[in-house]
């Protein structure tokens, strides 16, 4: 199993960009889909991107697409969520996320096989 580590999260204006990086350790990285989930307190959870785990195929939340970009360097076990024009309703906890053999679209999030500890995103205005 991969255990998981977000960064770059942090405090942008409006319109700003950030760029969430996502560390994996363990074995076979390759083999898992990886995945943005978001998390308001008081809200639930809502998926934002998945890529597949051979990186071939990406899918967005409607909410975010044309303005995150989900990438993955299976060399150095890393995801990455660029995140640009942003808006103060982008503001929430971002969890990197793990599927074993998982599709772009991830699968249901109780069922996922790795959840990273969150990085908070502030968007001001």
């Known amino acids: 199993q991969v255990q998981l580590v977000e960064s770059g999260g942090g405090l942008v204006q409006v319109g700003g960009s950030l760029r969430l990086s996502c560390a994996a350790s363990?074995?076979?990285?390759?083999?898992?889909?990886m995945g943005w989930i978001r998390q308001v307190p008081g809200k639930e959870r809502e998926f934002v991107a998945g890529?597949?785990?051979?990186?071939?195929?990406?899918y967005y939340a409607d909410s975010v697409k044309g303005r995150f970009t989900v990438s993955r360097d299976n060399a150095k076990n890393t995801v990455n969520l660029q995140m640009n024009s942003l808006k103060p309703e982008d503001t929430a906890v971002y969890y990197c996320?793990?599927?074993?053999?998982?599709?772009?679209?991830?699968?249901?999030?109780?069922?996922?096989?790795?959840w990273g500890q969150g990085t908070l995103v502030t968007v001001s205005s």
């Open positions: 363990g074995r076979a990285f390759s083999s898992y889909a």
């Open positions: 890529i597949s785990w051979t990186g071939g195929s990406t």
């Open positions: 996320v793990a599927e074993l053999y998982g599709s772009s679209r991830l699968g249901a999030l109780d069922r996922l096989d790795a």
